[in-house]
């Protein structure tokens, strides 16, 4: 069972260039989500999907743009990376409405931005 | 805004020996979860509670959720080892959407 694969684990960029992450899930999941998680603050929603063509903000939006084209994948974007944007990035989904089950989170991609 | 917060951020302690874990919230919210994560790894789903009063136990932990006093507990039984890793509450801001916030994270370290 894949269950959410995220690609890459590993990045490092250059201030002002772009990126895109990809999280996969093959669970049948509705709900889709992009945290990050820093030091001491616990991890952070950025956007979210509740289904496929939908997106919504969450917490710390800003610097990012997220898509979600197919139902098994949701992208998370940066158009023009800055060093607040080093994190470690989650991916999740969860099938969402009010099925009582928890979410299911990707291995996380590193990002570091110098 | 709801706002989590975890107490303590991080615990040493003997093996065999039991503390707690405490997740407090601001907001009314009866979905609370709780979460483990080794270093370097992905979040690991421990306990989903739903209601006032849940109480759920998996070998050494046990979790319980108090909605009037918008508090959750993580007991440690006799701890061991293995049982070393952050752990995180998360909770939903809104009732099928599942968006969670989530606390600060305590990292447990448990000493032979």
């Known amino acids: 069972n894949a269950g959410v694969t995220q690609t890459p684990k590993f990045r490092v960029l250059k201030t002002g260039q772009s990126m895109t992450l990809l999280c996969a899930q093959d669970m049948n999941h509705e709900y889709m989500y992009w945290y990050r998680q820093d030091p001491g603050m616990g991890l952070r929603l950025i956007h979210y999907?509740?289904?496929?063509?939908?997106?919504a903000k969450g917490e710390v939006p800003d610097g990012y743009n997220v898509s979600r084209l197919k139902k098994q994948n949701f992208l998370l974007g940066l158009e023009s990376a800055a060093p607040s944007q080093t994190s470690v990035y989650f991916c999740?989904?969860?099938?969402?409405?009010?099925?009582?089950?928890?979410?299911?989170f990707g291995q996380g991609t590193r990002l570091t931005v110098v | 805004e709801l706002k989590v917060e975890q107490n303590p951020l991080f615990l040493s302690m003997q093996e065999g020996k039991n503390y707690t874990i405490y997740c407090n919230y601001s907001t009314t919210s009866d979905r609370l979860y709780w979460y483990r994560q080794d270093p370097g790894k992905s979040l690991e789903s421990l306990f989903v509670?739903?209601?006032?009063?849940a109480v759920k136990q998996e070998g050494r932990l046990m979790a319980s959720l108090d909605t009037k006093a918008r508090l959750s507990t993580l007991h440690i039984t006799a701890a061991v080892h293995d049982l070393s890793a952050t752990y995180f509450c998360?909770?939903?801001?809104?009732?099928?959407?599942?968006?969670?916030?989530f606390g600060q994270g305590t990292r447990l370290t448990i000493n032979p």
């Open positions: 999740a989904s969860s099938y969402g409405g009010f099925m009582n089950t928890e979410a299911f």
């Open positions: 509670l739903l209601s006032n009063g």
């Open positions: 999907s509740v289904g496929e063509g939908t997106t």
């Open positions: 998360a909770v939903d801001t809104v009732q099928g959407a599942q968006k969670l916030v």
